[in-house]
């Protein structure tokens, strides 16, 4: 039997993902919570847990963050994501700090239940329709050359600049708030570009996610 939290903020969202649940005879959910921090507090309280199924945003504290919590006080309890955020940069972080499983809220109940008794097995799963998208972007956007790019360095001035322009800032605004001018943010832009063989700018935040090298 794989024991279950359920840790959605959205009740009738957590209801209905527990009645698809409950179909399946060799899972059951044993807690749900609306929040992160509610999850943890069940696991504390004795409830049994393999797999913690974690919507991405919630209150109090988000998917992210639960799956570090339970990295470093419960490593042996695996965290599937079930969000609607289909962006590689959710994907990304939600691997990286610890997640054993993503899936969109789209995805079918055999594709539900599957992915989480591969999880329960040891393994890591991603939805297909993830998968395939991922795929394509991997085929169809050769703009960034992966040669001879490991171990680029970014100096802290870089790294500020780069995350303020992944926040939407023009080099104007970006100047302003780091107190130079609008010539240096533009240099520091173009170098950014030449050290990542980006083509553009959106080529060059997506290698910066990608990456880890911002948030």
């Known amino acids: 039997m794989i024991n279950i939290i359920l840790a ?10 527990r009645s698809l649940l409950e179909k399946e005879p060799t ?17 504390a309280s004795g409830v049994p ?25 419960y490593p042996a309890v695996r965290v599937v994501v079930l969000s609607m955020l289909d962006h590689e940069k959710y994907v990304y972080q939600a691997f990286v700090a610890g997640a054993s499983g993503y899936l969109l809220k789209s995805v ?5 239940i599957f992915a989480i008794k591969h999880v329960a097995l040891g393994s890591k799963y991603l ?14 956007a050769p703009e960034i ?9 970014f100096s802290k001035r870089e790294i500020e600049v780069l995350q303020l322009i992944a926040e939407g800032l023009t080099n104007t605004e970006i100047a302003e708030k780091l107190f130079t001018s609008k010539r240096t943010v533009e240099g520091h832009r173009q170098n950014l570009i030449d050290k990542t063989n ?5 080529v060059l935040i997506r290698y910066a996610i990608l990456n880890g090298v911002i948030n």
């Open 8 to 17: 959605e903020d959205h009740n009738i969202v957590r209801n209905g993902i």
């Open 27 to 43: 899972l059951t959910v044993a807690g749900e919570a609306a929040n992160g921090r509610e999850a943890l507090d069940l696991i």
């Open 49 to 73: 847990v393999d797999i913690v199924l974690a919507d991405m945003n919630m209150p109090l504290m988000t998917g992210v963050e639960l799956i570090r919590q339970l990295k470093v006080s």
């Open 108 to 112: 079918t109940s055999d594709e539900m």
């Open 127 to 140: 939805c297909s329709q993830l998968s395939f998208t991922l795929l394509d972007r991997l085929i169809y």
């Open 145 to 153: 050359s992966m040669d001879g790019q490991q171990g680029v360095a």
């Open 198 to 202: 980006a083509r553009n700018t959106a």
